[in-house]
């Protein structure tokens, strides 16, 4: 019973891969039960509850985080375009994967975008001591949704660079005639996660 568990989360976990807009399923779901118990418990709004300083200060923090992920997005885009070993051409060019792969590189960029946007328009938005519009509410959705995008970054940087060590490790081990090995067919679905 407990395979059979593991296995259907284990389906669901990598079929997120091929969908971004579940990572905007969990902001709403981490952000909603968040609300929800802070409003049924009275305690634990994290952003809520510091001085106006403070949540600024945690505002702008997560600006600039932002701003330094997206300059690593960029440089993770440049390897993945540059790279042009056999698995890399077939990652880039075969049908479901590749467009999974351009699914997730635009929709990483994109957040760092739209993270970076909601935390300084609430730098503008959140002028009292006390944040009674609710400006921390969307700076928390931002940062839950920056995690979740975190999480893709990580993958597609592990998955690149494991095809373009193995793509250099072919091209250094000769086959048995003394030509380079390939791949020998399309890439799985993903690099394992170590």
Request: hydrophobic residues 45%.
């Amino acid at each position: 019973m407990m395979h059979g568990h593991s296995g259907a989360l284990a389906r669901l976990w990598h079929s997120s891969r091929e969908r971004p807009v579940a990572d905007w399923w969990v902001m709403v779901a981490v952000v909603g039960l968040h609300f929800a118990w802070v409003r049924w418990a009275g305690s634990g709004d994290l952003l809520g509850r510091p001085s106006q300083d403070q949540r600024l200060s945690v505002y702008t923090t997560g600006a600039t985080v932002v701003a330094i992920v997206g300059s690593f997005v960029t440089a993770a885009i440049a390897q993945y375009a540059q790279s042009s070993g056999p698995r890399m051409r077939a990652l880039r060019t075969t049908g479901r994967l590749a467009a999974q792969f351009r699914r997730n590189w635009v929709s990483i960029l994109s957040a760092t975008i739209i993270i970076a946007g909601v935390c300084l328009t609430a730098t503008v938005l959140d002028v009292r001591p006390k944040d009674t519009w609710g400006v921390h509410w969307m700076v928390e959705a931002a940062l839950v949704l920056g995690a979740c995008r975190a999480y893709r970054l990580h993958w597609l940087f592990v998955t690149v660079i494991t095809y373009t060590d193995r793509d250099v490790q072919d091209e250094r081990t000769p086959r048995g005639d003394g030509t380079p090995q390939g791949t020998g067919g399309v890439p799985d679905q993903g690099a394992p996660i170590r």
